[in-house]
T-cell receptor, first 111, second 116 residues
Framework: SQQGEEDPQALSIQEGENATMNCSYK?????LQWYRQNSGRGLVHLIL?????REKHSGRLRVTLDTSKKSSSLLITASRAADTASYFC???????????FGTGTRLLVSP | DTEVTQTPKHLVMGMTNKKSLKCEQH?????MYWYKQKAKKPPELMFV???????INESVPSRFSPECPNSSLLNLHLHALQPEDSALYLC???????????????FGQGTRLTVV
């Protein structure tokens, strides 16, 4: 299955702390994408990391990819209450593939 | 313009009604998607259109009927829905020219559908 599986399912931290969430997948990928969804709204693309990349940064976000372990992690540094959301990974295989989301990690950042 | 616009934002319909959800993008994207999302669950893919042709149907019941009249528009026609079809319906688009999903997908804010 192309679907990713996120861990943990829920994460509760204080503002200023770092948040790490993990994604595991089973098939070979072309790239892996991370999305954020605020409650009841559309998904917002955060980062796309390609299979030949190991690490990527975007502002307070850091994504790593280990293709040998078929896993990726998303690190949010110095979290803010506004980071409260669900985070989904989407591993994308080769050829025409579907954008399929895992179960997600629900992040709660308390002031 | 990097927006995907979905209308309406909210829809309440009876089980015998016929309604349509609309999705529009002006980014020149050639792939468009419909997702269904229940509360506290991830979005589930329903349909994928590539170059205005239906390329993926995830075994969706026929009471959901997609349509792509042109490269900017995507509709989802609804007929004889059940209360369990109540959900957030999300539309998305991506570049999808030579290498599908090599770039990000853009999502609309969704239509919150309630079937009574």
């Amino acid at each position: 299955s192309q679907q990713g599986e996120e861990d943990p399912q829920a994460l509760s931290i204080q503002e200023g702390e770092n948040a790490t969430m993990n994604c595991s997948y089973k098939t070979s990928i072309n790239n892996l994408q991370w999305y954020r969804q605020n409650s009841g709204r559309g998904l917002v693309h955060l980062i796309l990391i390609r299979s030949n990349e190991r690490e990527k940064h975007s502002g307070r976000l850091r994504v790593t990819l280990d293709t040998s372990k078929k896993s990726s992690s998303l690190l949010i540094t110095a979290s803010r209450a506004a980071d409260t959301a669900s985070y989904f990974c989407a591993p994308v295989g080769t050829g025409f593939q579907k954008l399929v989301f895992g179960t997600g990690t629900r992040l709660l950042v308390s002031p | 313009d990097t927006e995907v616009t979905q209308t309406p934002k909210h829809l309440v319909m009876g089980m015998t009604n016929k309604k349509s959800l609309k999705c529009e993008q002006h980014m020149g994207h050639r792939a468009m998607y419909w997702y269904k999302q229940k509360a506290k669950k991830p979005p589930e893919l329903m349909f994928v259109y590539s170059y205005e042709k239906l390329s993926i149907n995830e075994s969706v019941p026929s009471r959901f009927s997609p349509e792509c009249p042109n490269s900017s528009l995507l509709n989802l026609h609804l007929h004889a829905l059940q209360p369990e079809d109540s959900a957030l319906y999300l539309c998305a688009s991506s570049q999808d020219e030579q290498a599908p999903l090599m770039t990000e997908a853009f999502f609309g804010q969704g239509t919150r559908l309630t079937v009574v």
